[in-house]
């Protein structure tokens, strides 16, 4: 018999069989191969008492066979050594520049500059990036800076800016990242492609390697040139893997995914400066994750038990320095452990068992909670107790408007973050501490509630009917605005124009459902960005508060547009817009995107004297040499 595959194709690891069952599985991939029978091979072997062997007649023949050889030996070493170098190596190619086109439209943007112009000296100028698709946004989502994060960590979130680009998932690949050779940090997540091979032997400045997404954990670690710069990686837990971890002598935190099919985990106990640990897993089988009790250093641990099959975390009392936490797990079904973690300030629940919150209660020095999709949880009122909580997440729990009931946030005067299903939303009614609120309403949202947080600067509606949108007239503060996919168009009381007539400065929009009274819209000068993913489709056409017609046409959509004189980038993706023309009113305008349009001409943008960018892609143009050489042009 033989196994027919060793070494997994899809990824690289070692797969282990018993010769006695037809299949064997990759413990890291979980890709199938067969075990195929073979009928034996018989072979013939004949012996002579004596070979004759005839002398050459002249050396010239001699020659002859001497240059053969020397002739064949230089053909074939050099193909042998490639051979036997990429036998020992399942690292991919290198790329010095981006070959994609959703990497080629980001480096140029970011950069101000034709991609055909830019070199390796201008990529290095690029020292993070963080990406992941977003599916309501329609493309990958950037965060990028050209700091060295790990040198003003204290201001460098001042100096994140963040790109849009307009694409289908998948459409982005990880080697076309990787490209980035300067990158000191880099996080990526869903939606990015990676074929295993990841080749980071080129990336000497690289300190920090994060993914979100297992299928972009890392597979060869070996290829990072400089470990000992190593503060951060994700990487699939191997033997082999873990081994070659011990070069990485500063790492500080780490995630692994299949933690539990390796028995050299332990090792990791070597790693002195390891203050971070995430162990992700969609394993069959039951987690032992008591090789964690020995980490007492540990600061922060993430658990991702996907499957539900870590049966034991016992191994939490040993862990008296985490101040971090973070477990999605079924299999949770208490958490007494908290008393043994004094310096606890972040704390996430999710997916558990959990029947209460008890242990928590009085815990004044823990800052954020997360408490979600958790099915047993019959009383919060134990949050209240919480005084020093500044970020609250409390989502998709079975029967919310019964248990909210037990729910009083009104102790808590540090709050700045929430995110709340509408139930909740009496709970933080007039409290004049909270910033950004993030709401996923079940049924009808009275806006009315949301209004009372004169403090607000960030709002974000991710789905329900909206009632009296007009009330969100009275946050003074207001700054940012989004509206999600799932909200509703159906609503009495008003319409949703009063969104174009706030004070604000981003207006997102990514619902293709909503009502509008275009006569009630005014002249804006204060939002900056506004970004309309579905258009104009779909949207409906108000006037004296009566439905007329089926949608908004196309000329009340540019009417409303023209009076956005203030701003500065404009993305309208998937719609029905045929013509520029309101762009003529927006002088700032530095972007546009109009991708999946039915925009034929270029006109409108002409005398447009701060215009940079242009991304049209899926239109009918055709005369782009009607704009200055200086605006970039992405079709």
Not at 48 to 58: A, C, H, I, L
Not at 94 to 99: G, I, K, S
């Amino acid at each position: 018999m033989k196994l027919v595959k060793l070494v997994c194709p899809n990824c690289g690891g070692k797969v282990k069989a018993d010769p006695s069952l037809k299949t064997a599985e990759c413990k890291y991939c979980h890709s199938e191969f067969l075990i195929d029978d073979e009928e034996p091979t018989i072979n013939n072997y004949y012996t002579y008492d004596k070979t004759n062997v005839r002398k050459p007649d002249s050396k010239r023949v001699m020659l002859g066979i001497i240059a053969f050889f020397v002739i064949l030996s230089m053909i074939t070493i050099p193909m042998l050594m490639h051979l036997g170098s990429s036998s020992s190596s399942n690292s991919g190619k290198v790329q010095d520049l981006p070959e994609g086109k959703v990497m080629k439209e980001f480096v140029a943007v970011a950069l101000e500059k034709d991609f055909d112009e830019i070199d390796q000296e201008d990529l290095a100028k690029i020292k993070y990036v963080s990406v992941r698709y977003d599916k309501m946004k329609q493309g990958y989502d950037f965060q990028y800076s050209f700091e060295n994060y790990f040198k003003n960590k204290a201001d460098f979130g001042d100096s994140i800016k963040h790109l849009l680009i307009s694409s289908e998932e998948y459409n982005l690949e990880l080697n076309d990242i990787l490209s980035l050779q300067a990158l000191v940090k880099l996080e990526v997540g869903d939606g990015i492609k990676s074929d295993y091979n990841q080749n980071l032997s080129a990336m000497k400045d690289l300190q920090s390697y994060k993914s979100t997404d297992q299928t972009n954990y890392l597979q060869n670690i070996e290829t990072i040139p400089n470990p000992e710069k190593m503060k951060d990686i994700s990487i699939f837990a191997s033997d082999d893997q873990i081994e070659k971890l011990m070069d990485f002598k500063n790492l500080e935190s780490i995630a692994l995914y299949e933690a539990n099919s390796t028995d050299k985990i332990g090792d990791l106990t070597k790693l002195k400066k390891l203050k971070s640990v995430e162990v992700v897993a969609y394993s069959n089988e039951n987690w032992d994750l008591s090789w964690l009790s020995s980490m007492k250093k540990l600061t922060s641990l993430k658990i991702s038990d996907i499957g539900g099959k870590v049966d034991d975390f016992t191994f939490l009392y040993s862990l008296n320095n985490l101040d971090h936490l973070d477990i999605y797990s079924e299999a949770l079904r208490e958490m007494e452990f908290v008393h043994n973690m004094p310096k606890l300030i972040s704390l996430s629940l999710e997916n558990t068992s959990l029947i209460n919150l008890e242990p928590l209660r009085n815990r004044t020095a823990m800052s954020e909670l997360v408490v979600g999709y958790n099915g047993n949880l019959s009383n919060l009122d134990v949050i209240s107790t919480l005084t020093g909580l500044t970020k609250l997440k409390i989502i998709d729990i079975a029967n919310v408007h019964e248990v909210s009931k037990t729910l009083d946030l009104h102790t808590l005067r540090n709050l700045e973050e929430v995110s709340v299903d509408n139930w909740c939303m009496d709970t933080i009614a007039d409290l004049p501490t909270i910033k950004c609120l993030e709401i996923d309403a079940t049924g009808e949202l009275l806006m009315d509630k949301v209004a009372t947080l004169k403090g607000l600067e960030t709002l974000k509606l991710r789905d329900g009917n909206l009632d009296n949108f007009e009330a969100l007239q009275a946050l003074p503060n207001l700054k940012h605005l989004i509206l999600g996919a799932d909200v509703s168009g159906y609503y009495t009381g008003g319409n949703y124009a009063t969104m174009f007539n706030l004070p604000i400065e981003t207006l997102e929009v990514y619902t293709s459902s909503l009502y509008l009274d275009v006569s009630q819209v005014q002249q804006n000068a204060t939002i900056k960005k506004l970004y309309f993913i579905q258009g104009n489709n779909n949207l409906t056409k108000l006037e004296n508060g009566n439905e007329i017609g089926d949608s908004l046409g196309i000329g009340d959509f540019s009417e409303i547009l023209s009076k956005m004189i203030g701003v500065e980038e404009l993305v309208i993706l998937n719609g029905k817009v045929n013509s520029l023309e309101f762009a003529s009113m927006m002088p700032n305008l530095k972007f546009i995107n109009i991708s999946d349009n039915y925009v034929k001409d270029l006109d409108a943008l002409k005398n447009l004297k701060n215009l940079k960018f242009v991304i049209c892609h899926d239109n009918s143009i055709s005369n782009y040499k009607v704009l200055d050489k200086k605006v970039l042009i992405f079709k």
